[in-house]
Structures are given as C-alpha cells and as structure tokens.
C-alpha cells in the first residue's frame, strides 16, 4: 500500500537556501489557494532556533516561489507571551461563513506547547485570536466547515506520553468542548504506535472526509514518521467510518532520509486539484509536494 503518492520531480520545493533572508530551516507548510496562487505557510526556523511563519506563494505551486522575508505571525511579540518561543507548523482553512481564511499554529513558550488562532483576509497582516486550546497540544487542524452549528478541531493532547488525536467542537471558535477520541496510536510494533497526529486540514470527498495523518515509530532510538490515512463521517467526524492500516508513504529520496530530523515525511499541506490531490510535506529541512 505505500508509496500511493507520486513526488514532483521539482523536490525539494524550497529549502533555506532559496531563501533571501537568513534562516537555517524550512519545515512544515500549510496550504491554500488565494487570489490565483497557491499559498504555503512556511515554518522558517532562524539560528536562534525558534520559529516563525512566512508566506511562500506560487501561480503553479510548484516553482518560482517567491516568500515574504516578513513573518506572518512573528513570535516574541510582547502581547503574544505563550508566543516567545516560536510559532510553528501552520494549517490554514477558508471558513465560508467568516469569510475569512483561519491558521492554526503551535505557540511555544516556558509555559509548554499550545495551540492558537489566527485569521486573515490576505495573507498580509493577520489578526490573532489567541489559544484555542492549552499545553500540551500540537497537530491541531480546523474542518473547513460546521456540524450542528458548530466548528471542529481535531488535535494531540499528550496525555501521560499517550499521544492519539482527539476532537472539540466549538460555537464560536474560542471555547471550545465536547472531547472525543478519534485515532489511538498504534499498538505493538505499528508503523504509528509511539504517536499519532493530524496532518493537512481534511478534505470532504464523496464517502466522507479524508484525513491523512502522521505516525511515528522509534527505530534504534530515533522516531521515524510515515502518512496514513482514514475517512471520517460526514456528518459526525469523530467517527472512523474506514482506515487503512498500513502507512501509505514514507521517507525513500535522500532528502528525506538524511538531515535535520532523519526518516521524515510529515504532511501538512492538501488541495484538491482538479482530479488531483496534491500533498505538501515537511521532509528534514524542505517542503515539497
């Protein structure tokens, strides 16, 4: 079952050093089309260490990406404190009812790893929301619509080192309840069992939503990340009505393989095309498709 998806040729897409600013990563993309492009938003860790977001944009979404050297949403911004460590792994959605695109994001601080909201119209300037949900919790995604009246966010608490995703409901995306279970990690050896989490926002298709997710599995001390897959019920989302139990992609090119984090694919990015789905990923220090 692995390998269903096809690697552009064009791999990586963008690295650190096709960036006109100094940076020493590029990792974990959100993305969505705006305005005629396709809009990655970039986590681009400096040589601080610590991260913050940037807006790459494409026509094709493919090549000549041109990214803004300002960040989106910049971390240490002194109204921002659970923000001071850095601002990573953006999702983003269109919300037809806000009229507006809204990006998750993992807010870092001393006071632990949170998941906050932001929203913007262009992808020039945003407005922040805040948390949405407390330490400890990354993977968290928006679906890009509402059930009973309510938005849904799947997320990754870590529990006691237990890390499955989970599912809140909300009536106006800022209070949020209404826990569920939705993945467990594997058990045993699987490919997913030290840990599971959400990848791109999901994407609605004829027998209900299609999440991809990344699991993670420890090979003589190091995790090693691969995708899979399940669909959700259209109408109660925390539900899996099919999964696929093997992985469906995994690190097999150079780039993904060897560097900053070894034996990584991690999805973040996913648009329907057409009759194509397309998949940006974070492998070691590029995003790519």
């Known amino acids: 079952m692995e390998q269903v998806f096809n690697r552009s040729g064009h791999n ?22 705006h305005d005629g492009d396709v809009v990655l938003l970039l986590r681009v860790e400096g040589y601080d260490g610590m991260s913050n977001i940037h807006v790459a944009r494409s026509r094709n979404g493919v090549t000549d990406w ?20 850095g601002c990573e792994d953006a999702r983003v959605v269109y919300l037809p009812d806000k009229q507006a695109y809204y990006i998750t994001y993992t807010a870092c601080s001393p006071s632990g790893v949170a998941a906050g909201l932001a929203r913007t119209s262009d992808f020039q300037k945003i407005e922040r929301i805040g948390l949405i949900l407390s330490p400890g919790n990354r993977d968290v995604v928006l679906f890009p619509a509402k059930f009973d009246g309510k938005y849904a966010v799947l997320h990754r608490p870590d ?21 569920h279970a939705v993945l467990p990690e594997g058990v045993g050896p699987a490919w997913n069992a030290v840990k599971v989490g959400s990848g791109p926002s999901p994407v609605e298709t004829s027998v209900g939503w299609l ?20 669909i959700l019920d259209r109408e ?12 469906i992609f995994s690190s097999h090119e150079a780039y993904e393989i060897s560097g900053l984090v070894p034996n990584t694919v991690f999805p973040t990015g996913m648009l329907l095309r057409g009759d194509e789905l397309w998949v940006y990923y974070g492998a070691e220090v590029e995003v790519m498709i």
Request: net charge negative.
């Open 12 to 33: 990586p897409l963008i690295t650190a050093a096709d960036l006109h600013f100094p940076a020493s990563a590029v990792m974990n993309a959100g993305a969505v089309e």
């Open 66 to 85: 041109q990214v803004d050297p300002r960040p989106l949403i910049r971390r240490g911004e002194k109204q921002w404190r659970y923000e001071e460590w």
């Open 159 to 179: 529990v006691c080192g237990t890390e499955n995703i989970w599912m809140a409901f909300s009536p106006d995306l800022l209070y949020w309840g209404e826990p």
């Open 211 to 230: 999440l991809l997710y990344q699991g993670a599995k420890y090979y003589a001390g190091s995790l090693v990340y691969r995708v899979g897959a399940v």
């Open 236 to 247: 109660c989302p925390y539900r899996v009505s099919a999964e696929i139990s093997d992985s």
